[in-house]
């Protein structure tokens, strides 16, 4: 059992920053991680991910304005924003999951096995 809390969403114009953190109950050294995404009528997506060696996966839509790290010491995960535009509004949340075989799905196209409840962000234009 992986008990994760998000911290760090609001509202920016557009242009603007934020940065996300997930701090996990417990070691998740072994899980990849990754934070998702679920938009006003839109579906989930797969923002960012991190494996257990440090090796990252971005969704197109935010390759080069998003960055995404861990701090296996602290639990922690963290999601820079920057240049946040208002289709990036959304419900971000963090997520962890065991399995490597859903860990390496293109695109982040399965859901995670552990969440938590999510941080909201509104970027207004």
């Known amino acids: 059992q992986v008990r994760l809390v998000e911290s760090g969403g609001g509202s920016v114009q557009a242009g603007g920053s934020l940065t996300l953190s997930c701090i996990a109950s417990?070691?998740?050294?072994?899980?990849?991680m990754g934070w998702f995404r679920q938009g006003p009528e839109k579906g989930r997506e797969g923002v960012a991910g991190?494996?257990?060696?440090?090796?990252?996966v971005y969704a197109d839509s935010v390759k080069g304005r998003f960055t995404i790290s861990r701090d296996n010491a602290k639990r922690t995960l963290s999601l820079q924003m920057n240049s946040l535009q208002p289709e990036d509004t959304a419900l971000y949340y963090c997520?962890?999951?065991?399995?490597?075989?859903?860990?390496?799905?293109?695109?982040?196209?399965?859901?995670?096995?552990?969440r938590g409840q999510g941080t909201q962000v509104t970027v207004s234009s």
């Open positions: 417990g070691s998740t050294a072994n899980y990849c």
């Open positions: 997520a962890a999951e065991f399995n490597p075989n859903i860990c390496s799905s293109p695109g982040m196209r399965y859901q995670y096995t552990w």
């Open positions: 991190i494996d257990r060696d440090g090796n990252t």
